[in-house]
């Protein structure tokens, strides 16, 4: 199994810059990608941003040019550098390890003040 814990979240007013952290632990061999996905109360889980194995990135259209996820193999952790921050990206943010049991964090609030 894959331990996931997550730190960054905070409060950042509106145009702000926040970065959040997932480090991975436990069969970390086994991960095919990472990604980080948010849900606002009232919403859906939804996909923010992902990375592969081989280094691929994808992102929500909602986040191009502002969001950069990016990780660093020796410290297993994954990054998502958030700048220009608006307060509809207000929600909790949660890391996924993907492989053949999906692994999710405990998840990090994120609040944008206008």
């Known amino acids: 199994q894959v331990q996931l814990v997550e730190s960054g979240g905070g409060l950042v007013q509106s145009g702000g810059s926040l970065r959040l952290s997932c480090a991975a632990s436990g069969s970390i061999f086994s991960i095919n990608a990472m990604g980080w996905f948010r849900q606002a109360p009232g919403n859906q889980r939804d996909l923010v941003a992902g990375i592969t194995r081989g280094g691929s990135t994808n992102y929500a259209d909602s986040v191009k040019g502002r969001f950069t996820i990016s990780r660093d193999n020796a410290k297993n952790t994954v990054y998502l550098q958030m700048n220009s921050l608006k307060p509809e990206d207000t929600a909790v943010y949660y890391c996924?390890?993907?492989?053949?049991?999906?692994?999710w964090g405990q998840g990090t609030q994120v609040t944008v003040s206008s």
């Open positions: 996924y390890a993907h492989g053949p049991s999906g692994s």
